[in-house]
């Protein structure tokens, strides 16, 4: 449930609310907006008396929260979150660009294209380290050497990082190199590995599932924020269905119900979505002008010669010519980029 104060109420009597609440063994979490405090309650709530609670001093109305997802919910948290990961903020009145190989090939590799694309707009180099392959013969991604030169390109170029984990050594690996872990399309409902994502207490970009409905993508972050980590990133990649034009479809739709649902930040991934470069320029539009936070797109020097998902990359030239081609979409929806 949440507990609505009236506007600009006192301090005083938020607290005794919010003690009242948490002498009934409830978990407590203040959303305090510029005249509104929400209190949001977690817990087995036949455990306090409604009526008293509604009789409080200051205490405008208490409503339910039906949702199984609490602290991901918007009704808990009224405002757009925003999160920051290295020397980047990810949300409202930015468009964040993440853009990088989809596999950390080699040392020389990376620089050269943290460097593009860092010269084009990007603020965030993307970057596979541990790549969870359909086949367990395809490479399999260079690891903690990977991380390394993730770090040391994020020293040369200021870029902040993000890479993907598969598992707990994976992400005790990445707190030392990178500044954002992911966790995979595939691991979604990995509910071990998300709780340790949320302990963590690194910013995490949370990809869809390859079938997972978007109340099945919030309580997975709902997973990461309740190991109380708030710094949680949605990221549509695309969604299996009957079509096989593109590679996946891009469900370009679940960022306005996202909108509506949640106040983490959401960020569209045209890449994994279309499994197409030439569809990843209109699909990365389509995604600003729905209101997404930011964008992931793969690039790589040479496509062709890509260990992984060369097929969805765009070459230095066609990335640098997306990202000039998206500033005006970015006036539209007044987001700086
Ligand atoms: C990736 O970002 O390289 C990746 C494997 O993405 P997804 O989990 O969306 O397939
Ligand atoms: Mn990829």
Known sequence: MIIIMKPNSNEEQISSVVSYVRQHDLEVHLSTGKEVTIIGVVGNKDKINPEHLASMKDVERILPVTESYKLANKKFHPEPSTVKAGNTTIGPGNLTIMAGPCAVESEEQLMLIARAVKKAGATFLRGGAYKPRTSPYSFQGLEEEG???????????????????????????????????????????????????????????????????????????????AEGNPNVVLCERGIRTFETATRNTLDISCVPVLKEKTHLPVIIDPSHSTGSYKYVPSMAKAGVAAGADGLMIEVHNNPACALSDGPQSLTFEKFAKLTSELRPFCQLVERDF
């Open 147 to 225: 991380l390394r030169y993730m770090q040391n390109a994020k020293k040369e170029t200021g870029l902040s990082t993000i890479c993907e984990v598969v598992s707990l050594e994976a992400i005790e690996a990445a707190v030392k190199y990178v500044d954002m872990i992911q966790i995979g399309a595939r691991n979604m409902q990995n509910f071990i590995l998300l709780k340790e994502a949320g302990r963590s207490g690194m910013p995490v970009l949370l990809k869809r599932g390859l079938s997972a409905t978007i109340e099945e993508w919030l309580n997975a972050a709902e997973y990461i924020i």
